[in-house]
């Protein structure tokens, strides 16, 4: 899958732009799975080979300035997973990979199990999961409806 075609076509706009990071490289990949213990989703890493994360960013007074990102970097997600399951050490899931944000604390992360990579939002507050898209797609493409979690 064209990740970047994709990406821009339901998520920028006028108001909002796309910033994609250069690929990442295999051996990183490989790094993020052994240290994290864990299989990279594969819609995940297709999309980590095209981009080493996206940022989004608004124009605020003639100027673009990054506000979230939409997929973290592979070095992002092996800290923050490693923050989330250090932090969490009782309440922390071990088949969930976290990738993103909504930036109020709660995270989008994956179900890592071999017949789920379904995406959840991991509330901060109570460390529940909630069941959130389908797929990695599913994700990017309610990301512009305002639906994203």
Not at 72 to 98: G, K, M, Y
Request: proline share 5%; net charge negative.
């Amino acid at each position: 899958m064209d990740w970047r075609a994709l990406i821009n076509s339901h998520v920028a706009n006028a108001a909002t732009r796309c910033v994609f990071a250069p690929p990442a490289r295999p051996e990183t990949l490989t790094t993020a799975e052994q240290t994290l213990h864990i299989t990279l989703p594969l819609a995940l890493r297709d999309l980590l080979e095209q981009t080493d994360g996206v940022d989004l960013q608004m124009r605020i007074r003639g100027d673009w300035q990054t506000y979230q990102a939409l997929v973290w970097p592979v070095e992002e997600i092996i800290s923050n997973t490693q923050r989330f399951r250090q932090e969490h050490r009782l309440a922390a899931p071990t088949d969930v990979l976290p990738f993103s944000e909504l930036g109020n604390g709660d995270l989008f992360a994956f179900r890592t199990r071999q017949d789920d990579n379904s995406i959840v939002v991991w509330d901060h507050e109570d460390d529940s999961l909630t069941p959130a898209y389908s797929s990695l797609q599913d994700f990017i493409e309610q990301w512009s409806t305002g639906d994203a979690t």
